[in-house]
């Protein structure tokens, strides 16, 4: 009967489950043991240290509170009682505490005699507290008197004589608790001790006897099933194992057979089609390197146009500015009408000047270098010099600049310069693409948490295909084929110089090809508002 429920390997596994879950719950019952005799036994010991400390501590404030006595004798005045109400209040306070500790030990007891005994100690302390206040009572009678030092002596020396034996006595006895405590724990750890030997000696032997009678044959097989897994994950596919028994382990021994010779008969199809994996793979890297490549050329293609713009434009515009200045600084007399043409082809050079400097910050951009130099401004004032910059521009073109700015105390924490491009740069595209005889618009209010900034014309419209892009670099529209939109880097720079502030750029636009709508564009910039307690002054 024991043959037949032992040649299953199910029969094996729970009977040493079962052994394994005894000894660990003869373990477990043991530690528990242990461990409830451990804490009591801590417990006594911590609570005997922690009752001395508070009587060392009682002691201390005693005899504070006897030196504050004698101060006050020889110092009278409020000081002085001031100091010995505040040496009262300590010691009694003490008394107070260990009697909520004895107390809270007492109840924590479970043993009858030890409950008792700290029962006895808190009439002792009782009888303490007593006396103390007896001498305390003394000692506001004595500074009553004329000379109150020597009956504060007289009253210490009574004290001391009847306080310091029973004081003596109990501390004692704590030392005696703690020591009993310590005892109690050493004879218990050497009982651990041997307990633990006995288990472990026993433990090995079932291990022992359990291994010769169920683990042997099993090991043996597992290793072998281990070995031949590893042969096969090396390549020798033609492994095969020798099935003994009828158990459960025999069982998967067989079915790692036949697995072995499906894999034999699966490697040849693998290694075709790796070999076809491989083609597809070097044909796409083959793709794939040719497209970086061209991602490079247009990338350097890209900042190759930003370096030649900027010297293409730069040496004429030079030439504006070094011609225009020359003629202003003339000694002989010249005509109004010359003067104001050089003036406007000076202000214009310097204009375009900036653009290239513009370009070459865009270059800059791309690899991090520019910082912003934020600051604290108010926006009317900036819109002010925006509207005064390109109000020329659009009277040539036969256009209007409105300003609209919802509070005159509207402040803005950015960089000024990049702020006053950016909106330069939209009035422009603004003016170029707006019907004549129309207004563009510059709004300015507080949203929320946001300051926005709203450049408004009445225009062509962008179209709704190209909406989605109209902040890609080089992009001038489908075909690149829109008039006068630039070099395609105004609205990019924009959304970058936004980005960096931490905002968000907007645009609606509408072609007025609808029934009732009329076309035009709006371009909105959203920064975060200062705190609102900084103002312009206070941060200047």
């Known amino acids: 009967m024991g043959r037949v429920s032992f040649s299953s390997l199910r029969a094996r596994m729970a009977l040493l489950l079962a052994v394994a879950v005894l000894v660990t719950a003869a373990s477990a019952v043991l530690i528990v043991v242990v461990l409830g005799k451990?804490?009591?036994?801590?417990?006594?010991?911590?609570?005997?240290?922690?009752?001395?400390?508070?009587?060392?501590?009682?002691?201390?404030?005693?005899?504070d509170y006897a030196m504050v006595a004698l101060q006050s004798a020889q110092q009278p005045g409020e000081r002085a009682r001031a100091a010995l109400k505040t040496a009262r209040q300590g010691t009694l306070a003490g008394f107070h505490l260990f009697e909520n500790t004895l107390g809270i030990d007492v109840?924590?007891?479970?043993?009858?005699?030890?409950?008792?005994?700290?029962?006895?100690r808190s009439r002792t302390v009782a009888r303490l507290r007593a006396q103390f206040e007896v001498l305390d009572r003394q000692v506001e009678a004595a500074l009553l008197q004329p000379d109150p030092t020597m009956a504060i002596r007289v009253a210490l020396?009574?004290?001391?004589?009847?306080?310091?034996?029973?004081?003596?006595?109990?501390?004692?006895?704590?030392?005696?608790?703690?020591?009993?405590?310590?005892?109690?724990?050493?004879?218990?750890?050497?009982?651990?001790?041997?307990?633990?030997?006995a288990g472990v000696a026993m433990a090995a032997l079932v291990a022992i006897l359990l291994y010769q009678l169920l683990g042997r044959?099993?090991?043996?097989?597992?290793?072998?099933?281990?070995?031949a897994a590893s042969a096969i994950s090396q390549g020798r596919s033609d492994t095969r194992l020798t099935v003994e028994g009828h158990d459960e382990l025999s069982l998967a021994m067989?079915?790692?057979?036949?697995?072995?010779?499906?894999?034999?008969?699966?490697?040849g199809r693998l290694i075709a089609d790796q070999r076809h994996l491989q083609e597809i793979v070097d044909a796409r890297t083959a793709e794939l390197r040719a497209a970086n490549?061209?991602?490079?050329?247009?990338?350097?293609?890209?900042?190759?146009?930003?370096?030649?713009?900027?010297?293409?434009?730069?040496?004429?515009?030079?030439?504006?500015?070094?011609?225009?200045?020359?003629?202003?600084?003339?000694?002989?007399?010249?005509?109004d009408d010359l003067r104001a043409a050089l003036m406007v082809i000076q202000n214009r050079a310097r204009k375009l000047?900036?653009?290239?400097?513009?370009?070459?910050?865009?270059?800059?951009?791309?690899?991090?270098?520019?910082?912003?130099?934020?600051?604290?401004?108010?926006?009317?004032?900036?819109?002010?010099?925006?509207?005064?910059?390109?109000?020329?521009?659009?009277?040539?073109?036969?256009?209007?600049?409105?300003?609209?700015?919802?509070?005159?105390?509207?402040?803005?924490?950015?960089?000024?310069?990049?702020?006053?491009q950016t909106i330069d740069g939209l009035v422009g595209n603004a003016v170029r693409h707006s019907t004549p005889n129309t207004a563009v618009r510059i709004e300015a209010q507080r949203e929320g948490a946001d300051v926005v900034l709203r450049v408004r014309d009445h225009g062509s419209g962008i179209p709704a295909d190209d909406l989605p892009h109209v902040f890609e670099r080089f992009w001038r529209g489908a075909g690149g084929s829109r008039e006068g939109t630039g070099f395609g880097i105004g609205l990019a720079l924009a959304k970058w110089i936004v980005d960096r502030h931490g905002g968000r750029i907007d645009i609606t636009s509408s072609t007025g090809e609808g029934r009732g709508e009329e076309s035009g564009t709006c371009v909105a910039l959203r920064f975060p508002a200062p705190i609102p307690d900084i103002t312009v002054e206070a941060a200047q």
């Open 254 to 267: 067989a079915r790692f057979n036949r697995m072995a010779a499906h894999l034999a008969r699966r490697e």
């Open 38 to 63: 451990a804490n009591g036994e801590l417990d006594r010991l911590v609570s005997a240290q922690n009752r001395l400390e508070l009587l060392s501590g009682m002691s201390g404030r005693i005899g």
């Open 353 to 420: 000047h900036r653009r290239v400097e513009d370009l070459l910050r865009i270059a800059r951009s791309e690899s991090g270098q520019i910082e912003l130099e934020r600051s604290l401004f108010l926006v009317p004032e900036l819109l002010d010099e925006v509207r005064e910059s390109m109000l020329p521009v659009a009277r040539a073109a036969g256009l209007a600049i409105e300003v609209a700015c919802a509070s005159p105390d509207l402040a803005l924490e950015a960089d000024r310069d990049w702020l006053r």
């Open 217 to 227: 044959s099993l090991i043996r097989r597992v290793t072998d099933v281990a070995r």
């Open 293 to 335: 490549t061209r991602l490079e050329s247009v990338d350097l293609a890209r900042r190759r146009f930003f370096t030649d713009v900027s010297h293409e434009l730069r040496t004429p515009l030079t030439v504006i500015l070094g011609e225009a200045e020359i003629t202003l600084r003339g000694g002989r007399a010249s005509e």
């Open 107 to 120: 109840e924590r007891s479970q043993d009858e005699e030890q409950s008792t005994l700290l029962a006895a």
């Open 157 to 197: 020396d009574v004290f001391a004589a009847g306080f310091g034996a029973p004081l003596s006595q109990a501390m004692e006895e704590e030392r005696a608790a703690a020591r009993a405590a310590q005892s109690a724990m050493h004879d218990l750890r050497e009982q651990a001790i041997r307990w633990g030997l």
